[in-house]
């Protein structure tokens, strides 16, 4: 059920990286600044068209292959490699039922469906050396894109451009992190105003201090 209810589903995630690399383009970002002359939307595309490809025609590994290639890490608990490989059951059931109602599963899915089957692992060395599969693709734009996905899979939050792809309402997270700066702005300019003021009182504290103390003259 979580797979099913997931939100956004890749195709949308994937038209949302597609959206900002575009927006990038035209705004000359510093980050595809060199790509600003020459790439156009339709290579863009073509590019966001192969990886959704691949993701709709992996296949899945049975759970006891799925489990020898992806060992226990050490790190975790029995627990939670039992809760792992159930998360990757659930994925490979809905997968199953997916194909036979002649589903895509960029349609069906969302980050939670790539997160437990891991396939990504495998998608992204393949798509990320030359071959039959890339050829005629701009490698600028497939690298680009690939990047920003591998982070959108892995990002623990922020407000970065990888955190967008799988935002549900864009426009809406730009205002709240619009909104989000101007209040840490304010706060700072408040604090500083704070420490300068605490620092004006103490240098006039001190002045009043030295100026309040008795002065002993020597007389010889």
Same mark, same amino acid.
């Given at each position: 059920k979580e797979f099913i209810e997931d939100q956004p589903k890749i195709d949308a995630a994937v038209k949302n990286m597609i959206s900002q690399y575009?927006? !990038? #383009? !035209?705004?000359?970002?510093?980050?595809? =600044?060199?790509?600003?002359?020459?790439? $156009?939307?339709?290579?863009? #595309? =073509?590019?966001? *068209? &192969?990886?959704?490809k691949e993701i709709n025609n992996f296949t899945l590994l049975d759970p006891v292959e799925w489990g020898q290639q992806y060992p226990q890490d050490e790190s975790?608990?029995?627990?939670? *490699? &039992?809760d792992e490989i159930a998360r990757y059951k659930a994925a490979l059931y809905m997968k199953e039922k997916a194909d036979a109602s002649g589903l895509k599963a960029s349609k069906s899915f969302g980050r939670k469906y790539l997160i437990a089957t891991r396939m990504w692992s495998v998608i992204l060395p393949r798509l990320s050396e030359p071959s039959d599969l890339t050829a005629g693709l701009s490698n600028e734009v497939l690298k680009a894109l690939l990047d920003?996905? $591998?982070?959108?899979?892995?990002?623990?939050?922020?407000?970065?451009?990888?955190?967008l792809v799988w935002c549900q309402d864009i426009p809406a997270e730009l205002r709240a992190r619009h909104q989000r700066r101007v209040a840490a702005a304010a706060d700072r300019e408040e604090k500083y105003k704070r420490? &300068?003021?605490?620092?004006?009182?103490?240098?006039?504290?001190? !002045?009043?201090?030295?100026? $309040?103390?008795?002065r002993v003259e020597v007389i010889e």
């Open positions: 575009l927006a !990038q #383009i !035209q705004t000359g970002d510093e980050h595809t =600044a060199t790509a600003t002359a020459t790439v $156009s939307a339709q290579e863009v #595309i =073509a590019a966001a *068209r &192969l990886i959704l975790s608990s029995s627990v939670d *490699r &039992l920003v996905f $591998s982070q959108s899979l892995s990002t623990g939050g922020g407000e970065g451009d990888a955190e420490e &300068l003021a605490e620092a004006v009182q103490g240098v006039e504290q001190k !002045q009043m201090d030295e100026d $309040s103390t008795p």
